[in-house]
């Protein structure tokens, strides 16, 4: 999908610092081992490190690296030559486990922490070897939650850095969640595919954690859990938390997954979120904001534009009852805290979505209803209809062809101007 690209991007693009170039670590030259067998980790950590001293580009290239856990750092760019594979270790005990995101974890694969002007770029592939990190979630109750256990490695994360750049390359089979800038500024992510088996745990490929002006642009998801989830606080957060900002989603392909989410853990909010020109197959859900009383802030300024789905189970799916998705028994309104979600000014426009299982769901609550939605020019077919209470709605252009039910249920407090 080739398409101009607007002058907005075109600023962030160019405030992204390339890292230098002048120097090229060879990790081969530092003793790494390109056989899939050899530990590498101590090898391309000596690379980093010494490119770091200048700036300039660590170059894995020529098979399959084994590692632990590596370090990058300023000014360093991580190549990934084509057919060419860094390589989690399968050996759990080779990932120390530390404090990540406020919350007890374990460290990642590839990791950089307060560094600037850094990258990852190549035609190579990160695997982050995790099916026997999955069989061991799969028996361990709330694995997914953060903050509940040890939450086990994630693939790629970038805390507090600045002027990050991931490229070309391919992403997959992380242990959790796969791409992570945490509290991380001018970020861009581009023509990069990240994959995970469909029912991999947690898989989740892109989680904006509390980050500001990110691009992720020409990403192919097929992952088990969102193909991307903006986030900003865990659940029962004390605070403070910074919001996530300023983000744009364009031309985006997303297979299995479970959609393009805000949420759920939300608790320092999140606005100026931009998505354009998304194709959604098979995916759980299309589109998805979602938080519940003790995970949620403000969200505003929310905008999905040009957005095509097929064979997607809830089409457009807002709620602030997360894991739920409409109440159970009791719908009284609870005291508002710093954690109740306030969702408001989200614009849903040009969505084409067939063979859709629900065409949607626009639920607030008794204390903090959904406002100011605009759905504009919406054409989808599903097996039910959309479902609006604790929300105001306006709505023009919507053509819902339902095979069983209303096209539109109204329930309590829900305030639909459809024109």
Known sequence: MTRPISLSLVILFASVTLPASAKVCDAIAYGAKPDGATKNTTAIQHAIDDCASAGGTVKLSG????????????????????????????????????????????????????????????????????????????????AGVVGAVDFRPRLVVFDHCKHVRIEGITIQNSPSWQVVPYYTDDTVIRNVRILAPEHSPNTDAIDPFSSSNMVIDHVLADVGDDNIAIKSGIINSPGPDAPSTNITITDCEFLHGHGLSIGSEIAGG?????????????????????????????????????????????????????????????????????????????????????KSGTAGIIVGLPESPVKDVILKNINITAQKGMTIAYANVAASDVHLIIANGEAITKGAAANIDIK
Not at 63 to 90: C, E, Q
Not at 108 to 128: H, K, P, R, Y
Not at 316 to 331: F, H, R
């Open 63 to 142: 098979g399959t690296f084994l590692s632990g856990p590596i370090v990058l750092k300023s000014n360093v760019t991580l190549d990934l030559a084509r057919d060419t594979t860094l390589l989690g270790s399968p050996d759990h005990a080779d990932y120390p486990k530390k404090t990540e995101f406020r919350a007890p974890g374990t460290q990642s694969l590839v990791s950089a922490t307060s560094a600037e002007n850094i990258a990852i770029t190549g035609s190579g592939t990160i695997d982050g070897n995790g099916e026997s990190w999955w069989a061991e979630a799969r028996k361990t109750k709330n």
């Open 270 to 354: 999140a606005n100026n979120i931009h998505a354009e020109r998304i194709h959604f197959k098979g995916t759980d859900q299309g589109i998805r904001i979602k938080a519940n009383r003790d995970r949620g802030n403000q969200v505003y300024n929310i905008s999905f534009k040009d957005i095509s789905m097929e064979d997607v189970k809830t089409s457009i799916l807002i709620s602030e009852y997360y894991p739920k998705v409409l109440p159970e028994g009791d719908v009284a309104a609870a005291p508002i805290t710093r954690l109740t979600p306030f969702f408001h000014n989200i614009k849903i426009e040009n969505v084409n979505s067939v």
